[in-house]
């Protein structure tokens, strides 16, 4: 393992059973059809009115087995997600701990494959996950529980995330209307996801912190991490100030100051 590479804790749910590939067409909005034993896609699962329940990565395991696997602390939320939609068929589900090594580069190529572990890795020191974090946010991908929350329209992330993760010519799924519906109207969304970066030093403005645009808050911080001496962040700006990317903004700090900082798109759709 490289000194760039550590190893996270993932967590997963076992779908097997005869009805496996059938059942999860239904409920992820990525298309499984054609994947190989050991091969992988990202996916979100929807709620039924659209809104996103979950990010996961679904790896085919066997010929009637597919591994879930997703963010530490977010795999309950997974399981109970699909034990609510799994009406007679053929499935069971098992909930298993898991290791992935994480690269540098912060995007989701830079994710290792997912293993069964017995017990999960120890959690990684704090310059490493700082690091990681910083590789995340400037790659532009959406985590869960800050990007990426039950409110979240899955266009909101970026056309470049949607891509990555929704098939278009697929079945139907659960939630399909509202994503189909956005894409064939363009996925006008109210709010779009952008990259911030400082351009002073100041430290990195906590979630939830407003992002102005003269006086007129026009959005808020999802993450942000320390870069050199000053930090860079994603937030959900106003559709309304967009389109003149990049562009200077004030972003509220821990102790109640305005940075300066810039906003841009985010790498893979500048």
């Given at each position: 393992?490289?000194?760039?590479?550590?190893?996270?804790?993932?967590d997963?749910?076992v779908?097997?059973?005869?009805?496996?590939?059938e059942?999860?067409?239904?409920?992820?909005?990525?298309?499984?059809?054609?994947?190989?034993?050991?091969e992988?896609?990202?996916?979100?699962?929807?709620?039924?009115?659209?809104?996103?329940?979950?990010?996961?990565?679904?790896?085919?395991?066997?010929?009637?087995?597919?591994?879930?696997?997703?963010?530490?602390?977010?795999?309950?939320?997974?399981?109970?997600?699909?034990?609510r939609?799994?009406?007679?068929?053929k499935?069971?589900?098992?909930?298993?701990?898991?290791?992935?090594?994480?690269?540098?580069?912060?995007?989701?190529?830079?994710?290792?494959?997912?293993?069964?572990?017995?017990?999960?890795?120890?959690?990684?020191?704090?310059?490493?996950?700082?690091?990681?974090?910083?590789?995340?946010?400037?790659?532009?991908?959406?985590?869960?529980?800050r990007?990426?929350?039950?409110?979240?329209?899955?266009?909101?992330?970026?056309?470049?995330?949607?891509q990555?993760?929704?098939?278009?010519?697929?079945g139907?799924?659960?939630?399909?209307?509202?994503?189909?519906?956005?894409?064939?109207?363009?996925?006008?969304?109210?709010?779009?996801?952008?990259?911030?970066?400082?351009?002073?030093?100041?430290?990195?403005p906590?979630?939830?912190?407003?992002?102005?645009?003269?006086?007129?808050e026009?959005?808020?911080?999802?993450?942000?991490?320390?870069?050199?001496?000053?930090?860079?962040?994603?937030?959900?700006?106003k559709?309304?100030?967009?389109?003149?990317?990049?562009?200077?903004?004030?972003v509220?700090?821990?102790?109640?100051?305005?940075?300066?900082?810039?906003?841009?798109?985010?790498?893979?759709?500048?």
């Amino acid at each position: 393992m490289s000194e760039q590479t550590v190893h996270l804790r993932r967590d997963g749910v076992v779908v097997r059973g005869p009805d496996a590939a059938e059942w999860l067409q239904g409920q992820l909005t990525q298309d499984l059809a054609g994947l190989e034993v050991g091969e992988s896609r990202y996916s979100l699962v929807l709620s039924p009115q659209g809104k996103l329940a979950s990010f996961c990565r679904a790896t085919r395991s066997g010929e009637e087995e597919y591994l879930l696997d997703t963010e530490a602390g977010f795999g309950p939320d997974l399981e109970d997600r699909l034990r609510r939609f799994k009406l007679r068929v053929k499935v069971d589900l098992e909930a298993v701990e898991l290791s992935c090594e994480a690269g540098p580069g912060g995007g989701l190529s830079s994710l290792g494959p997912p293993r069964v572990v017995e017990e999960p890795p120890p959690v990684p020191d704090e310059a490493s996950l700082t690091r990681l974090e910083e590789a995340r946010i400037r790659s532009g991908l959406p985590r869960l529980g800050r990007e990426l929350t039950e409110r979240t329209i899955a266009q909101e992330a970026g056309e470049a995330f949607v891509q990555a993760t929704v098939s278009f010519t697929k079945g139907c799924y659960t939630g399909q209307e509202l994503v189909a519906r956005l894409d064939a109207r363009g996925s006008n969304v109210a709010r779009r996801l952008r990259l911030i970066e400082g351009s002073e030093p100041a430290s990195p403005p906590e979630p939830g912190a407003a992002i102005y645009r003269g006086e007129a808050e026009v959005g808020e911080v999802t993450s942000a991490a320390p870069s050199g001496a000053s930090f860079v962040a994603l937030g959900y700006l106003k559709r309304a100030v967009l389109g003149e990317e990049p562009f200077d903004v004030l972003v509220g700090g821990p102790a109640g100051e305005r940075a300066r900082a810039r906003v841009s798109l985010l790498p893979a759709e500048a």
